[in-house]
């Protein structure tokens, strides 16, 4: 009924760049707050940045002033630039977003599938 569907993820090496992209689609009445996680081998999965629908936004502090997250109402797509990136940035990265579907009141929160950032030289 809702996707959210990441794509963007690669192998980079330390001190370039990616762009991660999630576009949600299907049923959608009204996409709240969008954000990325990402979670590395071992680890729990936790916050890199997030943007609500009027475009506030916030970072982890492992990320601040490198990373930038964005949204486009109109496509229903958030983007997560990353630049000066690290070994320890490596993780899968999820995309995470609060909804509400067509014909429901309430709001429920959905993941997309994940996408690999390998930053390594």
């Known amino acids: 009924q809702v996707q959210l569907v990441e794509s963007g993820g690669g192998l980079v090496q330390p001190g370039g760049s990616l762009r991660l992209s999630c576009a949600a689609s299907?049923?959608?009445?009204?996409?709240?707050?969008m954000g990325w996680y990402r979670q590395a081998p071992g680890k729990l999965r936790g916050l890199v940045a997030s943007?609500?629908?009027?475009?506030?936004?916030k970072y982890a502090d492992s990320v601040k002033g490198r990373f930038t997250i964005s949204r486009d109402n109109a496509k229903n797509t958030a983007y997560l630039q990353m630049n000066s990136l690290k070994p320890e940035d490596t993780a899968v990265y999820y995309c995470?977003?609060?909804?509400?579907?067509?014909?429901?009141?309430?709001?429920?929160?959905?993941w997309g599938q994940g996408t690999q950032v390998t930053v390594s030289s």
């Open positions: 943007i609500t629908s009027g475009g506030s936004t």
């Open positions: 299907g049923s959608i009445f009204s996409l709240n707050d």
């Open positions: 995470n977003a609060g909804l509400i579907v067509l014909g429901s009141v309430y709001e429920s929160n959905y």
